[in-house]
């Protein structure tokens, strides 16, 4: 099955050679981190987000206690194309049993994607939310153990992701450049929080490749709220939710805001956001697509901007102390 959508922008991702869909799959909620979803609509998510185009999707052992690796696994199994049509990444480090970065826990994790998955290799494997963690053991042990994976050919790029933003200079000041191929940030480049746009400078001169998720800031850009686990302030809750009811009393969507305005900056490679249904995904490809064509709604979005003043670039701890 080939995809239908060439419109949709495939941006490169660092040194990588990659070139990723401007929107990616977010497989979290196909682990039911976002209510449930059956595995029949998980199945026709994923068959659509390639048929329009995304060619990006990210998992892990951690969403859903693997539940999110095993059912997208089948979809791309589904699928039916070649291999190198479609970009996976998956993560390690991180599990429902709690965090465990060292080298045989990592090597012995990717064995278990892969089956799960139902592949030979995945493109990336980041290690998953690295401020629980001790940086000096990722920097010291993780990377290198991953290294050992590249060489295998389990793996063919290794990233680290995370919530706090000094973790990747933290990490990246530490290893050889270059043994680190991308970073993943989340929530911090959407309306409420675009914390990561003063490190781009940064990023870009260590030349990894950029990856953006939770454009939706994990549903406090939507109609519906957040789930119950979201670890926003009521403050920012509120703010969010104000948003929200201005733009759908001015028949406007939130969530399709959010995510052109995520598409801007182009040296963030991919935008990835979760995704459990196929109306989901037709509206978030038919917003790049809309925003390659008109661009921003630019009073709309001054609007929102403005109710979010009062919250911009708030966060929430993540982590343990280094
Ligand atoms: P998100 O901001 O992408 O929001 C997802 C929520 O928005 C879900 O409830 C989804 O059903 C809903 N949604 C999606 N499109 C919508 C639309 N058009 N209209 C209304 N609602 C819509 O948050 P996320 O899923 O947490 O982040 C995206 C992905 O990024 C994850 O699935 C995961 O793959 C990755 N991620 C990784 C990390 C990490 O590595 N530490 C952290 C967060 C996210």
């Not at 959508?5 to 660092?14: A, D, S, V």
């Not at 050919?153 to 050889?176: A, H, N, S």
């Amino acid at each position: 099955m080939a995809s239908l959508n060439p419109c949709l922008e495939l941006r490169p991702l660092g040194n990588t050679g990659l070139k990723l869909s401007c929107v990616g799959f977010g497989a979290s909620p196909l682990g039911n981190t976002f209510g449930p979803v059956s595995e029949q609509d998980a199945l026709a998510t994923v068959r659509e987000a390639f048929r329009l185009g995304i060619n990006f999707f990210d998992t892990s052992p951690y969403y859903g206690a693997t539940l999110s690796e095993k059912v997208l696994g089948k979809a791309l199994k589904a699928l039916g194309v070649p291999r190198n049509e479609y970009i996976v990444s998956t993560k390690c480090g991180r599990y429902s049993e709690g965090f465990d970065f060292s080298a045989e826990r990592v090597t012995r994790s990717i064995d278990e994607s892969l089956a799960r998955l139902q592949l030979d290799y995945v493109d990336i494997l980041h290690c998953h939310d690295i401020e629980f963690g001790s940086l000096d053991q990722v920097v010291k042990e993780t990377i290198p153990a991953l290294q050992k994976l590249k060489e295998a050919g389990k793996i063919r790029f290794i990233g680290i992701t995370g919530l706090p933003l000094e973790i990747f200079t933290y990490v990246l000041d530490r290893v050889p450049q270059g043994s680190v191929d991308v970073i993943l940030s989340y929530c911090h480049y959407s309306i409420n929080d675009s914390a990561l746009l003063d490190l781009l400078p940064y990023l870009k001169s260590k030349g990894v490749g950029i990856i953006s998720a939770s454009p939706l800031a994990m549903g406090l850009l939507t109609e519906n709220g957040p789930p119950e686990w979201h670890p926003a302030s009521p403050e920012l809750k509120a703010a969010c939710k104000a948003a929200a009811s201005h733009c759908k009393q001015k028949g406007k969507n939130l969530p399709k805001l959010a995510m052109q305005y995520s598409f801007t900056n182009k040296d963030i490679s991919t935008i990835l956001v979760g995704m459990n249904s196929v109306r989901q995904v037709q509206e978030n490809v038919a917003a790049a697509t809309e925003f390659a064509t008109f661009g921003q709604d630019g009073e709309m979005l001054a609007e929102v901007e403005a109710i979010l003043f009062p919250v911009k670039n708030q966060t929430w701890p993540s982590g343990i102390q280094q």
